[in-house]
């Protein structure tokens, strides 16, 4: 009978040895958040994952939230900049409430397209200055995630400047950034959560809504209305940023493997992400839905029209004016 307990107890030490062993090896818990599913910010989650529990010989273990799972994107933001989680992307709007250097990524006519913007966010200088962007708040930029070129949707095709006048567009947030230069080309803004904009357009409250093409067509837009505009020169950008205090706890060894291999992984928002793009588009063209962009002279008629107010809106605070000149310079080295 002492035999057999004596047995038990050993087993149980060595189970309990087996079961703590892992649990000491993982040190550190990573949580990443993001609002959409099998996206390229997903991939790019997957990538970083992948790496840094290789590299770190599972000291660091990453858990990946998707669809919002750890809350709305206020919520999110807020828990990056406390540290109740590690990272998470959001639209580049929720941000700029933390930080208002954030609003250059919103500024129509800075960014050609995806590729455009994805080399002028890696120039080594620009990266440098995005780097400072949220200190004192606590955050840091992992990825400046542009994520998709600006798409209009719309009942009534876009084709050219006059076709905004007058329509009810749904803007992807309330900042004046994403609001006044479609003022500008007479369109009335209209500021609704993404989930309430397909009501609106389906009983045509609204006569339009402004969002990356993912969005539109995995909640299947095509079939309340056809024709998606390009607008000209303006990229929707998803920032991932993390908690400053948590990378600087997992002591030198360990931070740099997660600035490592966050930057290696962001390669996806090239290539992988174009591609992706154009995955959705064809989708969108097989559901009987129509991808309309401008013609040069209209889209520079676009572009001119809303520049000064972007100009003029970004001139406000000091450092957010020498954020958008830097990347205004950047925008013409790269094109």
């Known amino acids: 009978m002492h035999l057999h307990i004596g047995r038990l107890a050993a087993l149980a030490t060595l189970a309990l040895a087996g079961w703590a062993a892992p649990a000491g090896a993982q040190q550190f818990t990573m949580k990443l958040s993001l609002p959409t599913i099998n996206d390229v910010v997903h991939e790019y989650y997957k990538t970083m994952k992948a ?50 250097r954030f609003a250059v990524l919103d500024a129509p006519g800075l960014f050609d397209s995806v590729m455009h913007g994805y080399k002028m966010l890696n120039d080594p200088g620009i990266r440098a200055r995005i780097a400072t962007w ?20 719309s009942h009534k095709a876009v084709r050219t400047v006059a076709d905004f006048q007058g329509q009810k567009i749904r803007t992807q947030g309330g900042a004046p950034i994403q609001v006044e230069p479609l003022k500008k ?24 809504m402004v969002a990356a093409a993912s969005p539109f067509v995995a909640f299947k837009y095509y079939d309340i209305a056809k024709p998606m505009t390009y607008l000209p020169s303006s ?13 600087k706890s ?4 360990l931070e740099a ?14 290539d992988w992400n174009i591609a992706d793009i154009k995955r959705a588009e064809e989708v969108w063209r097989k559901n009987g839905g129509e991808i309309i962009t401008m013609s040069d002279a209209e889209a520079k008629k676009y572009v001119d029209l809303v520049t000064p107010v972007t100009a003029q809106l970004l001139s406000v605070n000091p450092k957010v004016k020498d954020d958008y000149e830097a990347l205004l310079a950047a925008a013409k080295k790269y094109r």
Request: hydrophobic fraction near 50%.
């Open 185 to 208: 080309v007479g369109v009335i803004p209209v500021s609704l959560p993404l989930g309430e904009a397909l009501p609106a357009m389906q009983n045509r409250t609204i006569d339009g």
């Open 51 to 100: 790496a840094i529990e290789s590299r770190s010989n599972g000291k660091i273990k990453i858990d990946i939230y998707p669809a919002n799972q750890l809350g709305q994107l206020p919520a999110v933001v807020e828990g990056v900049a406390l540290g109740t989680i590690e990272a998470g992307s959001a639209a580049n709007g929720f941000w700029v409430s933390l930080e208002p």
């Open 235 to 247: 990229m929707f950008a998803a920032p991932i940023l993390v908690n400053r205090a948590w990378l």
């Open 250 to 253: 997992l002591g030198p060894e």
């Open 134 to 153: 949220g200190a004192d708040k606590g955050v840091e930029v992992l990825a400046p995630g542009i994520y998709s070129p600006l798409m209009l949707l």
């Open 257 to 270: 493997i997660v600035r490592e291999e966050s930057r290696k992984a962001e390669v996806l928002f090239s």
